[in-house]
């Protein structure tokens, strides 16, 4: 079993959609969790970090539910730009350096 | 400045060759890390160096040789490396304190293809 495990996709959407990605971690000692956003041939960037009680940045909802081992990203009323590769992302490491994990990536395409 | 810089952006090598790939932050970070990612898969963790010493090794083979001769700098030597050695390396740093949150910021990379 995969230590991160995410539906690779494609999503292909219309722009406006709500859209959902989700994703499994088997580890249950993990440290913290994040979305990173990966553009084609780009490096990838932190997206928003995922906390127990939840968060919201714009249209961008990310909830973590520690019993269940899921979390879970919604972005609402899609823009063209969201078209990327989505990576969740487990830190393992309880000490003063990141132990990341990433999940196989979910592509969103967003068309007109 | 929220920059890691890398180079080469590429660089083609004959399995026989020696070179290095370079990586530099000026953000005060004193943990940095080497990734390797394949086409179409996630980066896989290499290499962590906490306040200058390796402190992760993910059971890299030998011909992949890590450096950090300063907090700012972090390099990677390579030598008789194999065709799927072929991938981005992504070099990323972070603050090292006993904080799981902190943010990892990566470089753009470095496209290798062993010949």
């Known amino acids: 079993r995969k230590e991160v495990e995410q539906d690779p996709g494609p999503f292909n959407v219309p722009e406006g959609a709500t859209v959902a990605f989700n994703c499994t971690y088997s580890?249950?000692?993990?440290?913290?969790f994040f979305w990173y956003r990966q553009d084609c041939r780009k490096e990838p960037k932190l997206l928003m970090s995922?906390?127990?009680s939840g968060n919201e940045d714009g249209r961008f909802t990310a909830q973590l539910n520690r019993a269940s081992q899921y979390i879970s990203l919604l972005i609402r009323d899609s823009k063209l730009s969201d078209s990327a590769t989505y990576l969740c992302v487990v830190n393992l490491s309880p000490g003063n350096t990141g132990k990341l994990i990433f999940g196989q990536g979910t592509t969103l395409q967003v068309k007109p | 400045d929220t920059e890691v810089t890398q180079t080469p952006k590429h660089l083609v090598m004959g399995m026989t060759n020696k070179k290095s790939l370079k990586c530099e932050q000026h953000?005060?970070?004193?943990?940095m890390y080497w990734y390797k990612q394949k086409a179409k898969k996630p980066p896989e963790l290499m290499f962590v160096y906490s306040y200058e010493k390796l402190s992760i090794n993910e059971s890299v083979p030998s011909r992949f040789s890590p450096e950090c001769p300063n907090s700012s700098l972090l390099n990677l030597h390579l030598h008789a490396l194999q065709p799927e050695d072929s991938a981005l390396y992504l070099c990323a740093s972070s603050q090292a304190s006993a904080n799981p949150w902190n943010e990892q910021f990566f470089g753009p990379g470095t496209r290798l293809t062993v010949l």
């Open positions: 995922v906390y127990s």
């Open positions: 580890n249950s000692a993990s440290q913290s």
């Open positions: 953000m005060g970070h004193r943990a």
